[in-house]
């Protein structure tokens, strides 16, 4: 026993360093990421409002197909980033997480062609026309939700939303403990599959447990590390300005301290 515990130390004194270095890189190659293929903050908002302007009639600089807009093949399908709905509007991390779970598994169904998630939670403004954004994601389908957890009790609303029709194919409300996420989650991309029936499931690993508060510190930990989701503020120039490294670390290091074989919180 006294062995184990000393291998058990041993490891967590390399992994330490370990970890800041690996958040490092996670943040630069972010950054990177952000620099490359997406627009500098001034040109997003731009963007934006172009976008929330922009008659619906026109068709410059459209793609088209037989005389109608192209949204993507029909199985191509856009995870948009879940609104938090929290009364104290402090649950970005998680409800953020959450919908990078359902993406997750929804990437590992054979036959669906699921946007990239840094193209899709670039689209985190609930002003843009869900139609405009399925056309510039050239998405057939889009799933957005709603995420409110109420000292451990979730309240999850998720729509699919049919691009070529403009219609809601439907809206529900998935409900139960944090520790029941793997299996609300797991619902939910049962019934965003139903609306794709020639792909089936096949390959879908069954959901498993997690430690609630171990995922709390994983999300808030790679909220943290996240420059898109912390932009630079009083110096634009740096690129990790937003960022806070140790906050981050900590909060990883929280959710391995809480559960040692959670890999997820090992990068």
């Known amino acids: 026993m006294a062995e184990r515990a000393r291998k058990r130390r041993m490891t967590q004194r390399l992994s330490t360093p370990l970890l800041a270095l690996l ?4 943040a630069l190659f972010a950054w990177e990421r952000l620099a490359t293929r997406a627009p500098a903050a001034g040109a997003e908002s731009a963007s934006r409002s172009e ?3 922009q008659p619906q009639s026109a068709t410059r600089g459209r793609e088209t197909r037989g005389g109608e807009i192209y949204y993507g093949p029909r199985n191509s399908l856009a995870v948009l980033p879940f609104a938090d ?6 649950q970005a991390a998680q409800a953020l997480g959450f919908a990078g779970e359902v993406l997750e598994r929804l990437v590992d169904v054979p036959g669906l062609q ?10 985190r403004d609930a002003s ?9 994601l050239r998405s057939a389908w889009l799933l957005s939700g709603e995420w409110r957890n109420e000292d451990g009790r979730l309240a999850v609303t998720a729509a699919l939303y049919d691009a070529r029709r403009d219609r809601e194919l439907w809206r529900k409300d998935y409900a139960g403990r944090l ?3 793997p299996a609300l989650r797991d619902a939910l991309v049962a019934d965003v599959l139903d609306a794709f029936p020639q792909l089936g ?7 498993g447990a997690i430690h609630p508060e171990a995922w709390l510190a994983l999300q808030q930990g790679l909220y943290r590390a996240d420059p898109l989701a912390n932009p630079p503020n009083d110096r634009p120039d740096d690129p990790l300005n937003g960022v806070d490294l140790p906050a981050a670390q900590a909060s990883l290091q929280a959710a391995l301290d809480l559960d040692p ?3 997820a919180a090992r990068l």
């Not at 958040?23 to 996670?26: C, G």
């Not at 709905?85 to 402090?90: G, K, N, Q």
């Open 85 to 90: 709905r929290s009364a104290a509007a402090d």
């Open 201 to 207: 499931t096949r390959g879908l690993a069954t959901a």
């Open 51 to 53: 976008l929330q302007t």
């Open 179 to 181: 520790s029941d996420l």
């Open 114 to 123: 699921a946007t990239a998630r840094r193209s899709a939670f670039f689209f």
């Open 23 to 26: 958040l490092l890189a996670v």
């Open 128 to 136: 843009v026309p869900r139609r405009v954004i399925a056309e510039r």
């Open 261 to 263: 074989g959670y890999e």
